[in-house]
């Protein structure tokens, strides 16, 4: 599956092979839509579209990154462009911004609810860009090439920013462990 | 994992990081299954499409092939009671068929110019024509309207043959409308019809404009704007405000700008109903660049006075890289006006 040239098919075949995808990396889809958006409704909807793009674009995949940092190339913009329509509607809903403790823990109980391993819901408190970053390295394993191509920054940048996340997790499990230790 | 990291030494919490997230999978079955079914539908939509505009189109063919053969027919049987159709009935295709030229006025810089447009035909054979004229910088490719699409006639035009006929050889008749630099296109000759427009040149550089005539090309021509510092926009008073842009035109309410943040900003407009209603549209040009970012995409707006001015917008906005930066505002594609911000640094 990952042989992008099992990909090059006739008109028929075609989602044949985005049910193919979307088995082998669905789920992966998924958590990344929902790693960025933190919602589980967006998540749904961004991995729809998706593979709903996959089955219109899919010819005109060249297999020149793995069918994987294609899918998640595609999920970052789906998810970037419900962002920022999120992010306008709930402005414009709400003039003044809302209080952001109680916005914070109302979405550490939601992905505890979800059953979050502990050391995602550190993750999950790093900026959006850090984030993305480090979710892109150490979960989806991609080089750091594949990275600057999905995030469409220099390898330095990549270089940089996963070295900030880094210390921003070292320092925030360095935190919760001292917290830990006095409980 | 099959494609593994450059080398790096991972730290211990990194490896809890390849675990999915979850201790469940969260993309649920029943998502999954309503996906594989949308797939195939919008698969067997498009396939049919594709089916059905094949058949459309061999249909079309045959049709205009049969057309062609009674056409042909009509043609070449002897009549005698019509003169036969000869090649010299067709149409020329449309095309450039007028001449024109344009006088900027003031220096070539960055400002409103004011110009005069001049096709040399007189009013009456060019009476209801749709005249329209469009700007565009060469660097950034940004277009807008220098002279939205305007019916022809005595409240819009100067039939200039008349003029100087009236005046006989008095030639300062047209001096308000002398260019200060030379007039690009014809040479000098009298008579023609003239019409005005604001020409506000908001960038330098290079700027071609293209005059349509029932929206058939008239050719274009070329303008250089020479290259100015950028510097900050003017302020001013409007109502309890200090804004920012051209008094009596066009005035933003700066809420501050920082790179990659969206901000909340409001936009003031000055101009007739008819001016102020339609849609808006932001362009963002880096200073020194070719770069246009399109920053806000045709939202209405309607008169409404505030503050001071006839028609106000409030908005967010966001600008991608910190520097200087210039904002052209258009209303239905005509200019407004452009005002200069400076963008700061992103927060960290």
């Excluded at chain 1, 793009?53 to 998810?79: D, M, N, Q, V």
């Excluded at chain 2, 809890?16 to 079914?37: A, G």
């Excluded at chain 2, 469009?134 to 819009?156: C, N, R, V, Y």
């Excluded at chain 2, 200060?180 to 000759?189: I, R």
């Amino acid at each position: 599956m990952e042989d992008l040239k099992s990909l090059k098919m006739a008109a028929e075949d075609i989602p044949l092979a985005v049910e193919e995808l979307m088995e082998a990396h669905g789920q992966d889809v998924w958590n990344y839509a929902f790693l960025l958006t933190k919602q589980r409704e967006s998540a749904d909807d961004i991995t729809q579209e998706v593979f709903l793009t996959a089955l219109r674009k899919l010819h005109l995949f060249e297999g020149r990154s793995s069918p994987k940092t294609w899918l998640l190339t595609i999920t970052r913009h789906k998810a970037i462009n419900w962002l920022k329509s999120s992010f306008l509607r709930r402005v414009r809903l709400f003039s003044t911004v809302q209080q952001r403790e109680l916005q914070r823990s109302a979405e550490q109980e939601v992905l505890a609810q979800m059953g979050i391993r502990r050391i995602w819901l550190s993750v999950m408190q790093l900026p959006a860009k850090l984030r993305e970053v480090l979710i892109l390295h150490a979960h989806y394993g991609l080089s750091y090439g594949d990275i600057a191509n999905v995030l469409e920054l220099s390898i330095g940048t990549v270089k940089s920013r996963l070295y900030r996340a880094r210390s921003r997790m070292e320092l925030m499990l360095k935190e919760e462990g001292d917290v830990n230790e006095k409980g | 994992m099959s494609m593994k990291k450059d080398n790096e030494p991972a730290p211990s919490w990194y490896c809890e990081l390849e675990e999915t997230p979850f201790d469940k999978p969260q993309w649920s079955m029943e998502r999954q299954r309503e996906l594989r079914e949308v797939l195939h539908r919008q698969h067997r939509r498009r396939v049919g499409r594709r089916h059905w505009l094949w058949q459309a189109s061999v249909g079309a063919c045959l049709m205009v092939f049969m057309m062609t053969g009674i056409l042909w027919v009509a043609i070449t049987q002897p009549s005698n009671h019509s003169a036969p159709s000869t090649a010299s009935d067709v149409q020329p295709p449309p095309g450039p068929n007028v001449t024109w030229e344009v006088s900027p006025g003031g220096e070539p810089e960055v400002g409103t110019r004011g110009a005069s447009w001049r096709i040399l035909r007189t009013l009456k054979e060019l009476r209801g024509k749709e005249v329209r004229i469009t700007a565009t910088h060469e660097d950034t490719g940004f277009t807008f309207e220098e002279l939205p699409s305007t019916k022809i006639d005595e409240t819009t035009a100067i039939d200039l043959y008349s003029v100087i006929s009236s005046v006989s050889s008095d030639a300062t008749t047209t001096s308000s409308f002398r260019p200060q630099f030379p007039t690009l296109g014809v040479p000098q000759q009298d008579g023609g019809t003239m019409l005005v427009s604001e020409m506000i040149v908001p960038l330098p550089g290079t700027w071609s404009y293209t005059l349509y005539l029932d929206g058939v090309h008239q050719g274009s021509k070329v303008l250089e704007i020479e290259g100015a510092e950028w510097t900050p926009s003017p302020t001013f008073q409007s109502g309890a405000y200090t804004l920012e842009g051209v008094e009596g035109q066009l005035g933003l309410l700066n809420g501050g700008f920082r790179a990659g943040q969206v901000q909340k900003h409001m936009w003031h407009f000055w101009g007739t109903e008819q001016e102020v209603t339609g849609n808006v549209d932001v362009y963002a040009v880096q200073a020194g660049s070719s770069r246009l970012e399109h920053i806000l995409e045709g939202d209405p707006i309607q008169p409404g006075p505030l503050n001071g001015a006839d028609a106000t917008f409030p908005c967010h906005m966001m600008i991608p890289e910190p520097g200087q930066w210039t904002l052209l505002v258009t209303v239905n594609d005509r200019l407004v006006g452009a005002v200069p911000v400076e963008v700061e640094p992103a927060e960290e």
